[in-house]
């Protein structure tokens, strides 16, 4: 069987943002480009997937070429809410915080497929957690800081007000979370971000006071929003439809709120026979198993993290049902058990949460 390949979705706008970084030191930028398979013309247009090798290269390359470490917050601060297509219209209109968050989790798929979202409330404050459902690889760090800083943005465009043009002084978002070490520009990361930053966090994401979740937003337009609302409905059916078999797998596996299903409910949920899901997987590259494999470790990984869940509580969401089976796994995945990497992920974070 050919080697499984992971592959993703993004948008042009983003290779491009890259390429200006790169073009403004004097790199070649078609050289550039080339590490990732793909060529300058290609970047006016709707791209293909995307293997996460090329795009962790592309990166790797981009920070080599500027020699800038903080490449992924300096691409993040230009990720402006205009830059979100008809998911940043839809949110410059939404009526409160939740409702922009509540959005943002559902489409952000819309923008690309290396991270998914999730909302959770801890103690008086609502989380917005950046997932990651593939390995990023080499381009972790550079990924989760574009991504946050992004999503800050489109928090903080329309601040919650008091009335016409009563926007608040300050942003709604109170603290950032990485789940990595602090870099060595952590103190430069601060000053762009400009609020409080949890480095080595059990949880990246957006945290704000659950207070201000529900407040009404300035610019909000209910009809605008619906509109909007529409539209990114339709492009996600529409991407759906062009998506690979093995990209509409995962959505079918990350989308379950039952664990993860078996291939016949899968291949049913596709209106495929299993036999034919089986030999599409095989042409792309990778097999059912490898695909549920690959969701397992990242999400048993995601779960010991955050530390809400027991160990047999994580075994039993991913489909365990035998806690022996999870823990030799999880093993083979980490190299300790589940116990000692969420204590390891314990430890980390400390006084962080």
Same mark, same amino acid.
């Given at each position: 069987?050919?080697?499984? !390949?992971?592959?993703?979705?993004?948008?042009?706008?983003?290779?491009?943002?890259?390429?200006?970084?790169?073009?403004?030191?004097?790199?070649?930028?078609?050289?550039?480009?080339?590490?990732?398979?793909?060529?300058?013309?290609?970047?006016?247009?709707?791209?293909?997937?995307?293997?996460?090798?090329?795009?962790?290269?592309?990166?790797?390359?981009?920070?080599?070429?500027?020699?800038?470490?903080?490449?992924?917050?300096?691409?993040?601060?230009?990720?402006?809410?205009?830059?979100?297509?008809?998911?940043?219209?839809? @949110?410059?209109?939404?009526?409160?915080?939740?409702?922009?968050?509540?959005?943002?989790?559902?489409? !952000?798929?819309?923008?690309?497929?290396?991270?998914?979202?999730?909302?959770?409330?801890?103690?008086?404050?609502?989380?917005?957690?950046?997932?990651?459902?593939?390995?990023?690889?080499?381009?972790?760090?550079?990924?989760?800081?574009?991504?946050?800083?992004?999503?800050?943005?489109?928090?903080?465009?329309?601040?919650?007000?008091?009335?016409?043009?009563?926007?608040?002084?300050?942003?709604?978002?109170?603290?950032?979370?990485?789940?990595?070490?602090?870099?060595?520009?952590?103190?430069? @990361?601060?000053?762009?971000?400009?609020?409080?930053?949890?480095?080595?966090?059990?949880?990246?994401?957006?945290?704000?006071?659950?207070?201000?979740?529900?407040?009404?937003?300035?610019?909000?337009?209910?009809?605008?929003?619906?509109?909007?609302?529409?539209?990114?409905?339709?492009?996600?059916?529409?991407?759906?439809?062009?998506?690979?078999?093995?990209?509409?797998?995962?959505?079918?596996?990350?989308?379950?709120?039952?664990?993860?299903?078996?291939?016949?409910?899968?291949?049913?949920?596709?209106?495929?026979?299993?036999?034919?899901?089986?030999?599409?997987?095989?042409?792309?590259?990778?097999?059912?198993?490898?695909?549920?494999?690959?969701?397992?470790?990242?999400? @048993?990984?995601?779960?010991?993290?955050?530390?809400?869940?027991?160990?047999?509580?994580?075994?039993?969401?991913?489909?365990?049902?035998?806690?022996?089976?999870?823990?030799?796994?999880?093993?083979?995945?980490?190299?300790?058990?589940?116990?000692?990497?969420?204590?390891?992920?314990?430890? @980390?974070?400390?006084?962080?949460?």
């Amino acid at each position: 069987m050919p080697k499984h !390949i992971q592959t993703i979705q993004l948008q042009s706008l983003y290779i491009r943002q890259i390429a200006e970084h790169v073009a403004a030191v004097g790199g070649d930028v078609a050289q550039w480009l080339a590490r990732g398979g793909l060529r300058p013309a290609q970047l006016a247009l709707e791209l293909p997937e995307l293997p996460m090798d090329a795009f962790a290269r592309l990166v790797e390359g981009a920070i080599a070429i500027t020699k800038e470490p903080a490449l992924g917050l300096l691409v993040g601060d230009r990720l402006r809410i205009n830059t979100l297509g008809v998911l940043g219209f839809a @949110a410059m209109s939404g009526g409160s915080l939740r409702q922009v968050i509540e959005l943002l989790v559902r489409y !952000i798929g819309l923008r690309t497929s290396l991270v998914s979202l999730a909302v959770q409330v801890h103690r008086h404050e609502l989380r917005l957690m950046v997932l990651e459902p593939i390995a990023l690889g080499s381009a972790r760090r550079s990924v989760l800081e574009a991504v946050l800083l992004a999503l800050k943005h489109a928090l903080e465009f329309n601040r919650v007000g008091h009335g016409m043009g009563g926007g608040l002084s300050s942003g709604p978002v109170s603290r950032v979370a990485f789940a990595m070490p602090a870099p060595a520009y952590a103190d430069f @990361a601060r000053q762009l971000v400009g609020c409080e930053l949890a480095w080595s966090s059990s949880w990246s994401g957006l945290a704000l006071p659950i207070a201000r979740a529900d407040e009404a937003l300035s610019a909000a337009d209910a009809s605008a929003y619906a509109q909007a609302e529409q539209l990114c409905e339709r492009e996600r059916l529409r991407l759906a439809s062009q998506q690979s078999t093995t990209a509409r797998v995962r959505r079918l596996l990350l989308e379950s709120s039952a664990g993860l299903p078996g291939l016949p409910l899968v291949a049913r949920q596709l209106h495929l026979g299993q036999r034919t899901l089986h030999r599409r997987l095989l042409e792309e590259g990778t097999s059912f198993r490898q695909i549920t494999e690959d969701l397992r470790r990242s999400l @048993a990984s995601e779960h010991l993290q955050r530390g809400q869940l027991t160990v047999q509580e994580v075994a039993y969401l991913l489909g365990y049902t035998d806690l022996a089976n999870f823990r030799r796994a999880f093993r083979r995945w980490q190299g300790m058990s589940p116990s000692d990497y969420r204590a390891a992920c314990a430890d @980390a974070s400390k006084t962080r949460d």
